[in-house]
């Protein structure tokens, strides 16, 4: 099998003033890095505990909070972050009544999330919370069969390429990419040598790709 390590998730943050206007913002963005990163699953889970985390600043710190949302990985866990320059207002876990109008955020942060906490740094606090991927590691993938299939198929590509190798081998990222563009190229030859035509053959793929990525 092709080794997982194939999809980079690189850290990132955005900064931003805490306000109910921006909230609807942040959870589009989260959502398109997620799709990006492989991990749509997680994203629904990604946004409501965004959404708390800035609305917490946003109720006990004060409307216009200079404030930050880093996302990244930690080890096989998407991490939230939401840093605001309050080293004094630290959320906590209430037991909100059934009438209460407020206190669910943390109880709903802790409900969906896998663990969360709180950093206390000099210049800011960092309110965190960690979900769950399902990962073998930080930069694996979970892509669902098709990725499977494409793994194996590029496993077996590269051991008729080398046929000195024993058995297929684990492939790092960028040989893995090398195996990928190789087949493609190669699929095209077979095509037009079989009377069909490459480019409308590229195009159809393409539809199929985006429809599901996107759907």
């Not at 919370?129 to 930080?138: D, K, M, N, P, V």
């Amino acid at each position: 099998m092709i080794h997982q390590a194939c999809m980079s998730r690189k850290p990132w943050e955005l900064p931003f003033l805490a306000e109910p206007r921006e909230v609807a913002g942040i959870r589009s963005v989260i959502r398109k890095h997620l799709r990006v990163w492989g991990l749509d699953e997680q994203a629904e889970a990604a946004q409501l505990c965004a959404s708390e985390l800035v609305a917490n600043v946003i109720t006990h710190v004060g409307l216009g909070t200079p404030t930050t949302l880093a996302v990244s990985m930690s080890g096989t866990y998407l991490r939230i972050e939401v840093h605001d320059p309050d080293t004094r207002a630290l959320p906590t876990l209430l037991e909100a009544g059934p009438d209460a109008e407020g206190g669910r955020g943390m109880a709903l942060v802790g409900a969906v999330a896998d663990r969360w906490g709180v950093q206390i740094r000099a210049d800011r606090k960092v309110t965190w919370c960690e979900i769950a991927t399902g990962l073998t590691s930080a930069d694996g993938h979970s892509g669902g069969p098709r990725v499977t299939r494409a793994e194996a198929m590029l496993a077996l590509y590269e051991a008729a390429r080398q046929p000195r190798a024993a058995t297929p081998g684990p492939l790092g990222s960028a040989m893995a990419e090398a195996a990928a563009i190789n087949v493609i190229a190669d699929l095209l030859h077979w095509l037009r040598a079989h009377g069909c035509d490459p480019d409308e053959a590229l195009d159809r793929a393409q539809r199929h790709f985006e429809a599901e990525a996107w759907a």
